[in-house]
């Protein structure tokens, strides 16, 4: 089993920046890629990004590209998601997940066993 814990979720203005983080314990060699999704109100989760332990990107949402950057730092089996000028369409429910989807499947969050909580995030003045 592995537990996942974001940190780091709030109020942010517009323009504004935030920095998640998820943090994993237990079996954690178990798996190959952590990923972030997030869930806008009434709408489907969406892929934003993974992060493979080879250090292979991928990112989903085109709205993030640019502004989101995905991490990892090994040695405190923690992954990243630092947010830049944030918008208010931002915000959402953001969720790290842990899996081994092949490459192709990253995106699908039905390939990720073990998931977070969850972190609420929201962009307004």
């Known amino acids: 089993q592995v537990q996942l814990t974001e940190f780091g979720g709030g109020l942010v203005q517009p323009g504004g920046s935030l920095k998640l983080s998820c943090a994993a314990s237990?079996?954690?060699?178990?798996?190959?890629?952590t990923a972030w999704f997030r869930q806008r109100p009434g709408q489907e989760r969406e892929f934003v990004a993974a992060?493979?332990?080879?250090?292979?990107?991928?990112y989903g949402v085109d709205s993030v590209k640019g502004r989101f950057t995905i991490s990892r730092d090994a040695a405190k089996n923690t992954v990243y998601l630092q947010m830049n000028s944030l918008k208010p369409e931002d915000t959402a429910v953001y969720s790290c997940a842990a899996g081994t989807p092949i490459l192709s499947n990253q995106y699908n969050p039905t390939a990720y066993p073990y998931w977070g909580q969850g972190t609420q995030v929201t962009v307004s003045s």
């Open positions: 992060i493979r332990r080879s250090g292979d990107i991928q």
């Open positions: 237990g079996r954690t060699s178990s798996t190959r890629t």
